[in-house]
């Protein structure tokens, strides 16, 4: 790896790496569309506020039309459904042995290495929590865990670089052979994220409901049972228990909901990311690219995924006005 490291959507996620990579002492490009918090950026700096630590850090930045040269790493962190477009502008900008490493939530890295190439592909899975406050703010809500690692598992001298590098943003950070499995763990905890947003409440208080424990259940077995069908082994973080959830061990799910729950009781960031892209940013959330290409998956599997399906249906009629945020929209995901 050699020249900068460029950072390809610097919101919250990709604005949290790129100012803790350059406050280390690393050359770090960011790229935004976002006009106002690109000049933000370029100054007064980006400002990381919260309670995990507070800076602000001054970075070069472009918008994608802006941008020139090629970068051998780059970590891209646009929102899932944003990225084949963001991949059209990053192209041109990757070095011919460079790597895109995908921040994001979802199974973004099938599509960049359609793109691009699976050899110039990283996986990675973070799950520590961020918002896009305005230009040039982004809260860092809590530290979480963060893995890393090549498609195929092999331990390489640039997963072992990139892992580095995640380790001055997450000290626990993991270089890990089964990055699949963190990614599958995450889509299963994700499918929880999208139906706690189908709520006003945060996180935790929507999680917690016991009336609402058969819809958490469904979701994250029918998410488990996708995994298991095409021979993934999902791996837990931060109270989510693929193992749990995989084998429909009552108890085990109980203790995981309980953590779960615990977990984000901890943060500054009390709403998911889909949450703040209903209810805040008024916008389409990622729940195509990551819900609705499970329920194609299951199809094509053979695996039932009904409260995934219905969770998909519920989640647009919010996206397109036709339903408001309300804890009685999970009254219907209780029966699958
Ligand atoms: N925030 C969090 O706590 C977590 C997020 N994630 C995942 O990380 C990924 C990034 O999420 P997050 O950082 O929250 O998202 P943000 O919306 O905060 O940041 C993405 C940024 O990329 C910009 N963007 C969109 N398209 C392009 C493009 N083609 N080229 C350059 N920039 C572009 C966006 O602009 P605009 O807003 O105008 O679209 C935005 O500024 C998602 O997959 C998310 O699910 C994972 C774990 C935690
Ligand atoms: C809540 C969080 C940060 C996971 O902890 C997330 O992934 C999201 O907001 O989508």
Same mark, same amino acid.
């Given at each position: 790896?050699?020249?900068?490291?460029?950072?390809?959507?610097?919101?919250?996620?990709?604005?949290?790496?790129?100012?803790?990579?350059?406050?280390?002492?690393?050359?770090?490009?960011?790229?935004?569309?976002?006009?106002?918090?690109?000049?933000?950026?370029?100054?007064?700096?980006?400002?990381?506020?919260?309670?995990?630590?507070?800076?602000?850090?001054?970075?070069?930045?472009?918008?994608?039309?802006?941008?020139?040269?090629?970068?051998?790493?780059?970590?891209?962190?646009?929102?899932?459904?944003?990225?084949?477009?963001?991949?059209?502008?990053?192209?041109?900008?990757?070095?011919?042995?460079?790597?895109?490493?995908?921040?994001?939530?979802?199974?973004?890295?099938?599509?960049?290495?359609?793109?691009?190439g699976a050899e110039r592909t990283m996986g990675c899975f973070v799950n520590f929590?961020?918002?896009?406050?305005?230009?040039?703010?982004?809260?860092?809500?809590?530290?979480?865990? +963060?893995?890393? #690692?090549?498609?195929? =598992?092999?331990? *390489? /001298? &640039?997963?072992?670089?990139?892992?580095? %590098?995640?380790?001055?943003?997450?000290?626990?950070?993991?270089?890990?052979?089964?990055?699949?499995?963190?990614?599958?763990?995450?889509?299963?905890?994700?499918?929880?994220?999208?139906?706690?947003?189908?709520?006003?409440?945060?996180?935790?208080?929507?999680?917690?409901?016991?009336?609402?424990?058969?819809?958490?259940?469904?979701?994250?077995?029918?998410?488990?049972?996708?995994?298991?069908?095409?021979?993934?082994?999902?791996?837990?973080?931060?109270?989510?228990?693929?193992?749990?959830?995989?084998?429909?061990?009552?108890?085990?799910?109980?203790t995981a909901i309980q953590a779960m729950v615990a977990h984000n009781r901890k943060?500054?960031?009390?709403?998911?990311?889909?949450?703040?892209?209903?209810?805040?940013?008024?916008?389409?959330?990622?729940?195509?690219?990551?819900?609705?290409?499970? +329920?194609?998956? #299951?199809?094509?599997? =053979?695996?039932? *995924? /009904? &409260?995934?399906?219905?969770?998909?249906? %519920?989640?647009?009629?919010?996206?397109?006005?036709?339903?408001?945020?309300?804890?009685?929209?999970?009254?219907?995901?209780?029966?699958?």
């Amino acid at each position: 790896m050699s020249g900068p490291i460029l950072i390809w959507g610097a919101g919250a996620i990709g604005g949290i790496l790129g100012a803790c990579l350059a406050r280390a002492g690393h050359a770090v490009h960011m790229v935004d569309i976002v006009e106002d918090h690109v000049a933000a950026m370029r100054g007064p700096g980006l400002r990381i506020e919260g309670p995990v630590e507070e800076f602000t850090q001054v970075l070069p930045a472009f918008t994608p039309l802006e941008l020139s040269g090629q970068y051998d790493t780059i970590f891209l962190a646009v929102k899932a459904h944003h990225t084949p477009g963001a991949l059209d502008m990053l192209a041109p900008h990757l070095a011919p042995g460079g790597v895109v490493v995908s921040a994001q939530n979802g199974l973004n890295e099938k599509v960049i290495a359609e793109r691009l190439g699976a050899e110039r592909t990283m996986g990675c899975f973070v799950n520590f929590g961020a918002d896009w406050l305005e230009p040039g703010r982004i809260l860092y809500g809590n530290r979480a865990a +963060v893995a890393v #690692g090549e498609l195929d =598992g092999r331990r *390489t /001298p &640039r997963a072992e670089a990139i892992h580095a %590098l995640l380790q001055i943003v997450e000290p626990e950070a993991v270089l890990t052979d089964n990055i699949w499995g963190y990614l599958w763990g995450k889509m299963g905890y994700g499918a929880l994220l999208f139906c706690t947003a189908l709520t006003p409440d945060s996180m935790s208080d929507a999680m917690a409901r016991p009336e609402h424990r058969a819809a958490y259940l469904g979701l994250g077995q029918e998410v488990m049972a996708l995994a298991a069908a095409q021979g993934i082994t999902p791996l837990g973080f931060n109270g989510f228990d693929p193992v749990a959830f995989g084998s429909g061990d009552a108890a085990g799910m109980e203790t995981a909901i309980q953590a779960m729950v615990a977990h984000n009781r901890k943060t500054a960031k009390t709403h998911s990311g889909i949450w703040r892209d209903l209810a805040v940013r008024k916008r389409k959330t990622e729940v195509d690219a990551q819900i609705g290409i499970m +329920v194609s998956l #299951g199809a094509e599997l =053979g695996v039932p *995924t /009904p &409260r995934l399906a219905r969770m998909v249906d %519920l989640i647009h009629d919010i996206e397109e006005g036709r339903r408001a945020q309300s804890a009685a929209l999970v009254d219907l995901l209780v029966t699958a």
